[in-house]
Nanobody, 126 residues
């Protein structure tokens, strides 16, 4: 199993911005076909926020709730992905996790992702 580590969570006021980053362990020599960000708020199920299709000619997936506000992009290093979150709302408060997979679907399916990070907390105060 590949270890994924997230960076960049924190607290911000509504309307603010945060940037999350995720990187796979440096010892991993393979390449994910897709990488994604999921989130889970207390008492709610896991939600796919954004997915980047690395090995396909396909644009990224965004949940309707974040379209126009969040941007997912690949980092400079292999198996890295970032999420720029703008115009944050209180309903964006959740634990955000990144994931990597090899059999990718549009829209993304949670079960398709093989490796997950531990998650980083994002708290947006109104």
């Amino acid at each position: 199993q590949v270890q994924l580590v997230e960076f960049g969570g924190g607290s911000v006021q509504a309307g603010g911005s945060l940037n999350l980053s995720c990187a796979a362990s440096s010892v991993y020599s393979g390449t994910f076909a897709c990488m994604a960000w999921f989130r889970q708020a207390p008492g709610k199920g896991r939600e796919a926020v954004a997915t980047l299709y690395i090995s396909e000619r396909r644009g990224p997936y965004y949940a309707d709730s974040v379209k126009g506000r969040f941007i997912i992009y690949q980092g400079n290093a292999k198996n890295t992905v970032s999420l720029q979150m703008n115009s944050l709302k209180s309903e964006d408060t959740a634990s955000y996790s990144c994931a990597g997979g090899y059999l990718c679907h549009y829209p993304p399916r949670t079960a398709s992702f093989n490796d997950w990070g531990q998650g980083t907390q994002v708290t947006v105060s109104s």
